[in-house]
C-alpha cells in the first residue's frame, strides 16, 4: 500500500479519503496521527489554501500529500463564508456556532442559494511542479431549520432542492455520489488511476 498524509484532521474528512482511496491501494494517514500541525489557511481562494496545506503536510512527513479545502458559498453573502466556512464564528471552530451564525446572517433574505465547493490538491513531495487538482460544485439553497444526523459542517442547513433532502440526511453512499467533494474525488481518482502514485 502506498501511504499518503492528509492536511486535515477532520474525521469526517479522513473517514471519507479513507474509504475512496483504499480501493487504488491508498492508505491516507491524518497529520495528527504524525504528530504533525495544521498549517495556516491565509490565502482568499480555496485553490491557494489546498496548495499551501498540501505542500505544508508534505514537507513534514516526507510523503505525498492530500489537501482539501472546501467550503459554503451563500450568493446573498457575496460569496460567504467560502474560505472561512470552519471558522466563520471565530476560534475555536464549532460547526454549531457557524450555522448559528450563518442563518443569523441571513435574516430576513428570501434568496438563499448557496452552494459547496471542494479544491482536491495532491502533491507527490513538497516541491511538486505539477500537482493535481480535482474540483466539485455541489448546489442546494441554505434552510433556517436543521434537519439530519449526518454530515458535518453545515449540512444540516444546506438543502438539495432537487432530492428535497439536506446534506445531513443523505446516506454517505449517496452523498459521495452528488457532493462536491465526492465529485472532486472522482475525477482525482481518473487522474490518479492515468498517473498512479507509486
Known amino acids: 500500500m502506498q501511504k499518503l498524509v492528509l492536511a486535515s484532521n477532520n ?12 480501493p487504488l491501494g491508498i492508505t491516507v494517514i491524518a497529520q495528527s496521527e504524525l504528530g ?14 489546498a496548495l499551501a496545506k498540501a505542500r505544508h503536510a508534505s514537507q513534514l512527513a516526507h510523503l505525498p ?8 458559498c451563500v450568493a446573498a453573502l457575496g460569496g460567504a463564508p467560502g474560505v472561512l466556512s470552519a471558522r466563520y464564528a471565530g476560534e475555536p471552530k464549532s460547526d454549531t456556532r457557524n450555522n448559528a451564525k450563518l442563518i443569523a446572517d441571513l435574516a430576513g433574505i428570501t434568496h438563499r442559494d448557496a452552494h459547496y465547493t471542494c479544491v482536491l490538491v495532491l502533491v507527490r513531495h513538497a ?16 434552510i433556517d431549520t436543521p434537519r439530519g444526523a449526518g454530515g458535518f459542517g453545515y449540512d444540516p442547513h444546506f438543502l438539495d432542492p432537487g432530492f428535497g433532502l439536506t446534506g445531513a ?16 474525488m ?13
Do not use: C
Open 169 to 184: 440526511e443523505f446516506p454517505l453512499e449517496e452523498k459521495n455520489e452528488i457532493s462536491h467533494r465526492g465529485k472532486a
Open 36 to 49: 504533525n500541525p495544521e498549517t495556516e489557511e491565509p490565502h482568499p481562494t480555496f485553490i491557494e489554501n
Open 11 to 22: 474525521p469526517g474528512k479522513l473517514r471519507e479519503f479513507r474509504r475512496l482511496l483504499e
Open 127 to 142: 516541491d511538486d511542479p505539477e500537482p493535481m487538482i480535482a474540483e466539485g460544485v455541489w448546489d442546494g439553497v441554505v
Open 186 to 198: 472522482r475525477l482525482l481518482i481518473e487522474r490518479l488511476r492515468q498517473r498512479p502514485l507509486g
Open 65 to 72: 500529500a492530500l489537501a482539501d479545502d472546501s467550503g459554503i
